[in-house]
């Protein structure tokens, strides 16, 4: 996903506009772009004709409305047959043809796909569903230019996860929590920041947020 600070950037740098698309490499790999013609910046396009996406419930398995947040299963002629001599992952992520991206989104009104993160990416904090992705959004948001973050979770006894903030510098946690309030619930803030010299990244560009994890929880240990 492009943050927001980097597409208004590029379009005051070099005046062009960066369209998002969404695919994965077992879908061949594109499912859905925006283009020229037809686009919603922060959306990852309408879906191409030949590609059906539905978005289900992640417990129930249920279709989901326009504009209901849910697991995005592709399915057509660009998703793949199967993984190579690996029956049982193929029939966990392949069923009656339609493939399980592990991806969560929604499709609005004008049936445009939004990517709202990774599956793995959600934890369930005092029973609900909270989105780190969108967490770390806001939160880039706040943050200047040259400070990198990533939102974690880890254990908790009281609501069986928190979340924590990894950043790159210190910052004032009583006014970003401030700001952060007026678009997140409170389940949905970082109940701690925890300052690193810097935020490793897979050879992809994109921060590591396992590797980050691991460093969030070991500092916690030493503290």
């Known amino acids: 996903k492009t943050p927001d600070k980097l597409r208004a950037g590029y379009m005051e740098k070099h005046g062009k506009i960066l369209l998002e698309g969404y695919g994965t490499t077992e879908t061949s790999p594109v499912v859905s772009a925006n283009t020229p013609e037809a686009n919603k910046p922060g959306s990852i396009g309408p879906i191409f004709p030949s590609v059906k996406v539905k978005i289900v419930d992640i417990n129930t398995d249920k279709e989901l409305p326009p504009g209901k947040e849910g697991k995005i299963l592709v399915k057509g002629p660009n998703v793949m047959k199967g993984y190579y001599d690996d029956i049982e992952e193929t029939s966990l992520r392949i069923k009656d043809g339609w493939y399980d991206t592990g991806d969560m989104g929604l499709i609005d009104e004008d049936g445009f796909l939004w990517h709202k993160g990774r599956l793995k990416r959600f934890v369930k904090i005092g029973g609900e569903m909270v989105s780190m992705v ?30 924590v903030a990894a950043v790159t510098k210190e910052v004032d946690t009583k006014e970003v929590i401030k700001e952060m309030s007026k678009d997140l619930p409170a389940i949905a803030i970082p109940a701690q920041f925890i300052v690193f010299d810097e935020l490793p990244k897979m050879g992809s560009g994109k921060i590591d947020f396992r590797t980050i994890t691991d460093m969030v929880k070991q500092q916690l240990r030493t503290e």
């Not at 967490?135 to 908790?156: A, F, H």
């Open 134 to 163: 969108r967490t770390e959004g806001v939160l880039q948001k706040i943050l200047p230019n040259e400070v990198d973050c990533c939102v974690v979770d880890v254990p908790d006894s009281r609501k069986g996860a928190k979340l």
